[in-house]
């Protein structure tokens, strides 16, 4: 993998015996930046000094992901794979490192097939969550997939990362819903669930695609969801008690029934519930009485808005006016700068401590926004070792620290990145701890990055990050990348270092 050999046009000359020209940009190519920019979520990511791919290729089927592979690997040319783009750190199409690599975009690969009669579907890794959760809705008003919020993530990486959104307390992950897939290795063989073997299979599903070859495709469990739901949204000030709201939620939401999902944002100083409810408005209203006064005792039917599970997606990610279509547009407004990072909590902050996040933290110019997703029920009802994502039984909630930023602004982003960083170290004593734990689809690279030795990422440096991400997982993860790619030829600054057995 030097840069001399790959200089060379024996990589795209490789290629050219098996994918068209058009399909493959080189950098010369007058298409190559527009083709780069076009689902790059975070401009942090593409700036003057950001590493890029030599060539970007493009494949509209199977054959062309075996022969990048397979020339790659010949040519000393290494592989990023990039579905929807959305990695935090943008590892999909860039390098930390000077690096000769291409980028795998799966774009083109993007159909989804519905077996209505047995609930299930097949659905290429290059389509976005909102034509996945389209094509369900087409289908059926009673069938949804459970994954996450961002009609516009793409189906490749956030599958093979975990994947929850609004369904998470009923149906768990996404991940917890894959039935087959379709993995190309590192050898350019096209495996499915028997092929891959049960040890890689487990790998994919939450310990990130990217390790261990590019998945093509996933066979999905579709689930039940009533014809009517109920979504609200509610915004509580610290003056009308956000604080004792915020403190009160974290007991109750994850041991609400599990058709219940409320999340909180906290911004300025404001909590917004938001929240999905499988029913109708009439079942809602009694079950927040009951069972979450601070909130439930305001509210009211004009808090209620029902709809189809379909008309959800946009309602809780688009904002008001927008339509079900719209989730199906896949241009994403690359125009904010971000940097998040997140935390679980398994035990209830305490009261003061909410208090001087809202009077200080949220409180600064520079301050950003923070997420909380509600655990329990369905998706803390499975074993650890089940899948590579092990934020299970005991965690009550998962935090996402966002900050966001445009181009030109005062300082670059550095006030809203130290925002991040320094509530993340404020947060320590409230996280969960040994090893404090993250969710790898929020991935951030403040926890770690790999170190290289004899061209093979180090298993014990990688423990730094990885046992963050996957607990005792990770070890398993290693000895899976092992089994599938030993060489380390699928590799990226966290990705899952091999593990010879007996080690
Ligand atoms: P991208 O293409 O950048 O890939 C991400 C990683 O997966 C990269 O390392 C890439 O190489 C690898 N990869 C991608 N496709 C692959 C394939 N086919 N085979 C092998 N490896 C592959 N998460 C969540 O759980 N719930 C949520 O609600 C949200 N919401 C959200 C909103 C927004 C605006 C963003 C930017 C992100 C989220 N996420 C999220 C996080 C999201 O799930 C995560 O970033 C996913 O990895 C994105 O997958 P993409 O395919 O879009 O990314």
Not at 34 to 50: E, G
Not at 281 to 297: K, Q, S, T
Request: net charge neutral.
């Amino acid at each position: 993998f030097t840069t001399s050999h790959a200089a060379s046009d024996e990589f795209p000359q490789c290629l050219s015996a098996s994918i068209l020209g058009q399909l493959v940009y080189a950098q010369s190519s007058p298409s190559f930046t527009s083709v780069l920019l076009s689902s790059i979520r975070n401009p942090r990511f593409s700036t003057p000094a950001t590493v890029r791919p030599l060539w970007i290729i493009t494949p509209t089927n199977a054959s062309h992901v075996q022969a990048a592979v397979v020339c790659g690997r010949r040519h000393g040319v290494r592989l990023r794979v990039r579905s929807g783009g959305h990695d935090y750190e943008g590892l999909s199409y860039s390098s930390k490192r000077p690096e000769v690599f291409a980028v795998v975009d799966l774009s083109n690969l993007r159909g989804v097939r519905i077996d209505k009669q047995n609930s299930t579907a097949w659905v290429d890794s290059g389509a976005t969550l909102g034509e996945l959760y389209y094509a369900v809705a087409q289908a059926s008003n009673q069938l949804a997939f459970p994954a996450g919020l961002c009609p516009t993530i793409g189906v490749g990486g956030h599958l093979s990362g975990g994947g929850f959104g609004t369904l998470l307390r009923k149906y768990g992950l996404a991940v917890d819903n894959v039935l087959d897939a379709l993995l190309v290795d590192a050898r350019g063989r096209l495996l499915d669930r028997d092929a891959m073997g049960p040890d890689v299979f487990w790998a994919i599903r939450g310990g990130g695609g990217e390790s261990f070859g590019v998945v093509l495709s996933w066979q999905v469990r579709l689930v039940p969801v009533p014809p009517t739901v109920t979504a609200f949204r509610i915004p509580v000030t610290v003056d009308e008690g956000a604080v004792d709201a915020v403190t009160r939620w974290q007991e109750v939401a994850p041991a609400l029934p599990d058709d219940l999902f409320i999340r909180v944002l906290l911004q300025n100083q404001t909590a917004t519930f938001e929240a999905l409810y499988l029913g109708t408005c009439d079942a809602l209203l009694p079950v927040m009485r009951c069972r979450f006064r601070e909130l439930g005792m305001t509210m009211n039917r004009t808090h209620c808005q029902e709809m189809t599970w379909i008309q959800s997606v946009p309602y809780f990610y688009l904002g008001s006016g927008a339509t079900v279509e719209d989730i199906l547009n896949r241009t994403t407004a690359a125009g904010t700068y971000t940097k998040m990072t997140s935390d679980y909590v398994r035990q209830a902050i305490r009261r003061d401590a909410w208090e001087s996040i809202f009077a200080g933290w949220l409180a600064r110019p520079d301050a950003g926004i923070m997420i909380l997703d509600p655990y329990g029920a369905a998706i803390s009802g499975v074993p650890e070792p089940a899948t590579p994502f092990p934020h299970r039984a005991g965690v009550l909630y998962n935090i996402q620290y966002v900050n966001l930023w445009f181009a030109g602004g005062d300082g670059g982003g550095a006030a809203q990145m130290k925002w991040v960083r320094d509530l993340y170290a404020f947060m320590e004593p409230y996280a969960s701890s040994s090893p404090r734990e993250a969710y790898f689809n929020y991935r951030d690279l403040d926890l770690g990055a790999n170190v290289v030795v004899g061209n093979v990422s180090s298993y014990e440096a990688g423990k730094v990050w990885g046992e963050k991400y996957f607990r005792d997982n990770y070890k398993r993860l290693a000895l899976a990348k092992n089994e599938i790619d030993p060489d380390d030829f699928f590799r990226n600054e966290q990705s899952i270092p091999p593990l010879g057995p007996g080690k």
